[in-house]
């Protein structure tokens, strides 16, 4: 499944591809392109497919400077934002990306910025140069030896591939690297790989290694629960984060926490579970409020709902099942606006006519099936 998204980068919008596998998410990826390419290019697409068909959801994206090849520090540290920008994306989301991978000079800039996003367990590079400060080396065949490309990516797993007969980014450019970096390091050869693995088995081979590799260091974090299952459209998927009360909460574009107050044994990193009823209820009412208002050209200055959940169980025993007849949810509407008393009146009718209201309202039927 596909999703195209936007964020925002250096004042600018940049569009990307979000691509998700069929099944459960194990964990989000970032793919760094090579500067003058751009998400459409066929090698990388073919890595990025068969990320997908491991597990991943990969986000890929335009940079804002992707038109412009002329490798300045400005141009560069314009790349990193971008990253940045789109691991900030991913996080307030979906989920914060674990792995990142960069092909040519987007290796590059996958080295130098995985230290500032702190979710990145692992970093893979295809044919990437070194780097001098934001400088990249051996474009111009120059090497600045009184300053040297530095890595400082403490906890962080990189694979480094590239082919030994690229005629673009020499073998050597690699070498420099690997020295420079602390383990855990890897290195593999691609043997006869042009610079843009041209050849589709080679793309599919680097997509294959980049996985395994990835695996193990992101294993870890999924065993915390901080891996969420992308649903369909319409559909909020619920699953445990810490095997107590805290669950992640996931609809098609956002997710977030629900949890159990602290003296009920929670952590209380979210509201609870007859907070979102409440939730759901006022938001809906306001949203239907607004939209009446709008249509009627009502002078509604500001609308603001306060609810209240109350429920005696019978005997003062949770456990039981039937209720009493006291359950009942406060709804308090507050109108800002020149309104007459007729109107306001008519306001609060239309209040009960919002779609959750409706819902709970009528004759709910709830169905439970066992799934895999």
């Not at 936007?6 to 990307?16: A, C, D, H, M, R």
């Not at 990193?269 to 306001?286: I, N, R, S």
Request: negative net charge; hydrophobic residues 35%.
């Amino acid at each position: 499944m596909e999703k195209r998204v936007e964020f925002i980068s250096n004042g600018q919008k940049l569009t990307g591809l979000l691509e998700f596998p069929s099944g459960t998410v194990k964990a989000y990826a970032l793919f760094a392109h090579c500067f003058t390419c751009d998400k459409a290019n066929t090698a990388d697409s073919v890595i990025v497919r068969a990320l997908v068909e491991k597990g991943f959801a990969v986000l890929q994206f335009n940079s804002t400077k992707s038109e412009n090849s002329d490798f300045s520090n400005a141009n560069f540290a314009s790349n990193l934002d971008d990253l940045k920008s789109a691991a900030t994306f991913l996080k307030l989301n979906y989920a914060a990306p674990q792995l990142l991978v960069g092909h040519s000079i987007g290796g590059a800039a996958a080295l130098a910025v995985a230290s500032d996003i702190k979710s990145i367990s692992a970093v893979a590079t295809i044919g990437a140069p070194a780097l001098s400060g934001y400088i990249t080396q051996d474009i111009t065949n120059k090497d600045d030896k009184t300053n040297p490309p530095q890595f400082i990516l403490k906890g962080k797993s990189v694979l480094l591939m590239h082919s030994p007969v690229d005629t673009m980014v020499s073998i050597n450019e690699a070498e420099k690297i690997y020295s420079h970096l602390k383990h855990p390091k890897s290195f593999i050869s691609l043997d006869t790989a042009d610079h843009f693995l041209s050849t589709h088995s080679d793309a599919v081979y680097v997509a294959t290694v980049i996985s395994s590799q990835a695996d193990k260091y992101i294993q870890a974090s999924e065993k915390t629960g901080e891996t969420i299952i992308k649903p369909e459209k319409g559909t909020i998927v619920v699953s445990e984060k810490d095997h107590n009360f805290t669950v992640n909460v996931a609809s098609d574009d956002h997710s977030w926490l629900a949890d159990e107050p602290l003296n009920l044994g929670g952590k209380n990193l979210g509201p609870d579970p007859y907070e979102h009823l409440l939730a759901a209820l006022g938001a809906c009412t306001v949203m239907t409020l607004r939209m009446y208002a709008k249509h009627k050209k009502i002078d509604l200055h500001d609308i603001k709902v306060t609810l209240e959940h109350s429920k005696n169980h019978q005997n003062n025993n949770p456990s039981k099942e039937s209720l009493s007849d006291g359950e009942q949810i406060t709804r308090k509407v507050t109108l800002v606006g020149n309104l007459s008393e007729e109107q306001k009146n008519k306001l609060l009718v239309i209040a009960n006519k919002c779609p959750v209201h409706q819902t709970l309202n009528n004759k709910l039927t709830i169905t439970t099936t066992a799934q895999d």
